[in-house]
């Protein structure tokens, strides 16, 4: 197999991941960010929102960090309604006040 037709087949399954997750996502399934890394790399993400790993990392940790921007764009790059993953992100800042 050519290597571009095995980074064509990368990108086939990378879009299919993405199409799961959206599926999740619009089923209300998804109540985690370790769910959602089952299907989206957390490095793939962190460069697909244009900002560092490390800086990811501590969002994921306090989603109050995010900016609506932030949460917007993972929203289009999943293909999914933006209010989602807003009530996503609000929800798992209630889940990590509860575990205080």
Excluded: C, P
Aim: charged share 30%; hydrophobic share 40%.
């Amino acid at each position: 197999m050519s290597a571009g037709k095995a980074k064509a087949d990368r990108g086939g399954r990378n879009r299919q991941k993405l199409s799961y997750l959206k599926a999740e996502f619009e089923a209300e399934r998804i109540t985690s960010w370790n769910q959602v890394f089952a299907f989206y790399a957390v490095s793939t993400i962190a460069v697909d929102l244009g900002i560092h790993f490390h800086t990811f990392q501590k969002k994921v940790k306090n989603n109050r960090l995010f900016t609506l921007d932030e949460l917007i764009r993972f929203a289009e790059n999943i293909n999914v309604d933006h209010r989602i993953i807003i009530s996503f992100a609000t929800d798992q800042v209630g889940v990590k006040r509860k575990e205080l």
